[in-house]
């Protein structure tokens, strides 16, 4: 008699130990870690606070036991097969059934899969135990029998290179040390006497883009079933369905054709249509087993084509040029397991209200969780991939070739489908750690077996296989610093004050050079960094609120000084693909490179970023006078320019104005110019006018620029004299008024970035403001009740 296949997930009932005592405590759910189970126990503190981190490295040295029952088993038809799935284990795992050793492991992102059937008892139960060892002392070990390895990086023990784990549990500078371990993704125990082990779907667009053609293949365990159908649905309608026999191979596959289909697009360029495939495998009418996938079809290019300046790199969708403005993206907590798919679904849509297409999925930390994949998917998020390796020499030595091998097949497998995914890439900076430590690296050298026998023999792996560090130099010319796509870009600034009041137990560490809050910037030597920056263009200010709006106000202005200059170069013959800014989120409460810190806080640069990414952008700027190294003398004149950037994929009409504003009246200095019924380019950038400032005779005064469309004020974006320390913020005449879900905000005199508070709860479509006189700005806030307590603001100078 054939059965369909049962599936019993194994998420309760655990227990788990120091492996070396006796005293067995509750695990509240699988996937799980050691940590997450420790503080639910009360054996650790909350490691998030204070100097707490420190408390909990031990756990990272010590070696645990996880164990759980089986559901019950009894006979079985003929051809009845059980296996054990893990679909990650972090990271040295033994896995013992009854007693005897049935797995090792070693590699957090390999998935594995144990035939079980003979070695099950029944009546009587069943019991698995896994016994994870410390990653910190059998890295170490690793490292030690291979002396011969140069082990060089940055970040972290550098024994981590030598395991396949997520290389930001060693600690990174911004994140903690928490070497974690468990099971960390699904343990499933299933039934079965045919399944569908693997579901491809392989298609081509055609040039006309009216034409997908392709195959869907099954691939098939067990020996009940001879046949397999297999459909496609879009919006619950099946627009496609056939069938196919199993081959002696146990591959099933069939031809589909679609016209006309519905493509995928990333947001803002078009919909983004997924079709649901589905296959089914039966015997004597009885579905043994069924499986899906969501897909998308686009036609998906990498243009790299030499020009004037050098060789393109940048995306083109179906067709569509995209400029790839985004962020890189860290795992969204050191303890991965407790991300819900409802926090993933928070943490996307902010990339996608923030007017970012694409994020980096960055290879120091996880091979992610399907949800975000899929979320990007359905939102139209475009995804970089990274190969899990970050910032080190890696060792090449066989076995760990077979592991990652093993680790990227299985990872590919499973995320080939999704039609966010455009590009994976081979490590994250390992090519600067081989040219910083002058690692052995001959360009002309084509033969791998070569490179393994050179000091640097991660080549091996990657190419077999298909403003704040350095000079430190100035944030205002952090346009002309950057490539053809700039993959990694950044400036730090402290979360919100109500984040470190999160985090900081101690009242009297609520001061900006605090022991706890200092303990909270991993980053090396970011005291001076931050003092630098902050120096040489702002007042300084000793009130920790005071100083926290200074170190966002100045990473808000470095990443728009980068994403403006670089999304104009996209208008220029595509001479800058994209922009990604590191990083969007935190895995913990931390001063760091972040934009939204770890509790979805917006930081200035938040908004600062999503208007200048808006699909209309206005920019104005006054060429960058060095006043650091001209003795403090300040420029006789300032040449500038204003353009207009657009993501639309069609010519607009629109009206631009500049005004001239003096920071010490507010009176406009001169008349305004307006240039009306301009055409703006689609998808380029369209250069309005350029002029000069005659510094010697014109007080200090910012450039206003707006820009309407069909009459409707869509953009506007305001450039000041440099630096900020240099000008008079006093009696600015800022009034805020609320009325209902509108917050009014207006100004007597030009006012630097005005941000409101983030409230949980609350969301802005803007803040970070810059407010001339004459343009009143109207924020849109949603979630704050006609009774609560008004938003807090503050500005420069305030």
């Known amino acids: 008699m054939v059965q369909a296949m049962v599936v019993d997930e194994l998420s309760k009932g655990w227990s788990f130990k120091q492996s070396d005592t006796n005293e067995w405590l509750p695990v509240a759910f699988v996937p799980t870690n050691v940590h997450l189970d420790l503080i639910e126990n009360r054996k650790i503190p909350d490691p998030f606070l204070g100097f707490n981190e420190l408390k909990c490295e031990w756990v990272g040295e010590k070696s645990w036991t996880y164990k759980t029952k089986l559901p019950p088993v009894s006979g079985e038809e003929p051809g009845t097969v059980h296996v054990l799935a893990f679909d990650g284990l972090d990271t040295f795992a033994t896995i013992k059934?009854?007693?005897?050793?049935?797995?090792?492991?070693?590699?957090?992102f390999v998935p594995h899969r144990v035939d079980v059937t003979g070695q099950l008892r029944e009546g009587i139960e069943n019991e698995i135990e896994i016994d994870f060892l410390p990653a910190l002392l059998e890295a170490r070990k690793i490292k030690l029998a291979y002396p011969e390895h140069k082990w060089v990086g940055f970040n972290g023990d550098m024994a981590r290179l030598a395991v396949r784990k997520a290389q930001y549990h060693w600690g990174w500078d911004w994140g903690p040390l928490l070497t974690t371990c468990g099971p960390w993704r699904a343990v499933r125990f299933e039934t079965y006497q045919t399944r569908i082990s693997d579901l491809r779907v392989n298609y081509e667009v055609d040039s006309s883009l009216k034409k997908v053609s392709g195959s869907i293949t099954a691939t098939i365990e067990g020996n009940f079933g001879k046949s397999v159908d297999f459909s496609a649905f879009f919006g619950g309608v099946r627009v496609f369905e056939g069938t196919a026999n199993i081959d002696k191979m146990g591959l099933s596959r069939v031809e589909f054709h679609v016209n006309n289909p519905k493509l995928w697009y990333p947001h803002g360029y078009g919909a983004q249509s997924l079709y649901t495939i589905t296959a089914a495998v039966k015997d004597c009418e009885v579905e043994l087993h069924?499986?899906?996938?969501?897909?998308?079809f686009r036609k998906g290019e990498l243009i790299q084509e030499p020009d004037e300046i050098g060789k393109t790199f940048y995306f083109r969708i179906n067709g569509i040029d995209v400029f790839c403005g985004g962020s890189d993206w860290i795992p969204a907590d050191s303890f991965t397991t407790r991300v819900t798919k409802e926090r993933y679904r928070k943490w996307l849509e902010t990339v996608v209200d923030g007017n970012q297409v694409m994020i980096r999925i960055w290879g120091g930390g996880i091979w992610e969780d399907d949800v975000l994949?899929?979320?990007?998917?359905?939102?139209?998020?475009?995804?970089?991939?990274?190969?899990?390796?970050?910032?080190?020499?890696y060792p090449a030595y066989p076995a760990i070739r077979q592991s990652i091998k093993t680790e990227c097949i299985a990872q590919l497998r499973r995320l080939r489908h999704h039609p966010s995914i455009v590009l994976y890439a081979g490590n994250n900076e390992d090519y600067q750690v081989q040219e910083q430590f002058?690692?052995?690296?001959?360009?002309?050298?084509?033969?791998?077996?070569?490179?393994?026998?050179?000091?640097?023999?991660?080549?091996?792996i990657y190419e077999k296989w298909s403003v704040w560090h350095g000079t430190q130099e100035k944030y205002q010319i952090l346009d002309r610093l950057g490539g053809r796509f700039v993959s990694e870009f950044g400036m730090e600034a402290f979360p919100h004050i109500d984040t470190i009041k999160y985090y900081v137990t101690d009242p009297s560490q609520l001061y900006p050079q605090s022991h706890m809050i200092d303990f909270h910037n991993k980053a090396d030597g970011h005291e001076r960094k931050i003092a630098t920056y902050l120096v040489e263009n702002f007042r300084m200010q000793t009130d920790l609120e005071k100083f926290v709006h200074l170190t966002q106000l100045c990473q808000s202005e470095a990443l728009m000084f980068g994403y403006r200059g670089w999304r104009r170069r996209w208008g220029q013959k595509r001479f800058c693909g994209g922009a990604l800014v590191w990083q969007l989120n935190d895995c913990w409460p931390v001063t760091s490179w972040a934009i939204v810190d770890y509790f979805l806080r917006k930081k200035p640069a938040f908004y600062a970023i999503r208007r200048v990414l808006a699909p209309v952008a206005v920019a104005v700027k006054r060429a960058h006078h060095d006043w650091s190294v001209t003795q403090a003398r300040a420029a006789k004149t300032s040449d500038y320019a204003l353009w207009v950037a657009s993501s639309k994929l069609t010519e607009l009409t629109a009206t631009v104005e500049l005004r001239y504003v003096s920071?010490?009246?507010?009176?406009?200095?001169?008349?305004?110019?307006?240039?009306?019924?301009?055409?703006?380019?689609p998808n380029g950038t369209t250069e309005v006018m350029e002029g000069?400032?005659?510094?010697t005779t014109e007080e200090p005064h910012v450039l206003a620029a707006r820009i309407w469309v069909n009459g409707e004020l869509i953009a506007r974006d305001t450039d000041w004299p440099q630096p900020f320390k240099y000008l008079d913020f006093d009696d600015r005449g800022v009034e805020v008024l609320r009325d209902g879900d509108k917050i009014t905000v207006t100004a007597k005199k030009p006012t630097k970035g005005l941000a409101f508070e983030e409230r949980e709860g609350v969301l802005l479509d803007d803040?970070?403001?810059?407010?001339?006189?004459?343009?009143?700005?109207?924020?849109?806030?949603?979630?704050?009740?006609?009774?609560?307590?008004a938003l807090k603001w503050t500005f420069l100078g305030s």
Not at 373 to 393: R, S, T
Request: with cysteine; hydrophobic share 35%.
């Open 97 to 108: 059934l009854n007693g005897e050793t049935i797995l090792s492991s070693d590699n957090m």
């Open 290 to 296: 069924s499986t899906s996938r969501k897909t998308g």
């Open 373 to 393: 994949y899929e979320i990007c998917d359905e939102i139209g998020i475009l995804v970089w991939q990274d190969f899990m390796f970050a910032c080190g020499n």
């Open 438 to 460: 002058g690692l052995k690296y001959d360009y002309a050298d084509k033969n791998p077996e070569n490179w393994l026998r050179t000091n640097f023999p991660a080549r091996y």
């Open 663 to 681: 920071i010490a009246n507010g009176k406009d200095i001169k008349e305004r110019i307006t240039h009306k019924n301009i055409r703006i380019v």
């Open 692 to 695: 000069t400032i005659d510094n």
């Open 767 to 789: 803040s970070a403001l810059d407010v001339v006189p004459g343009d009143e700005q109207i924020v849109t806030v949603r979630g704050l009740g006609p009774h609560d307590r």
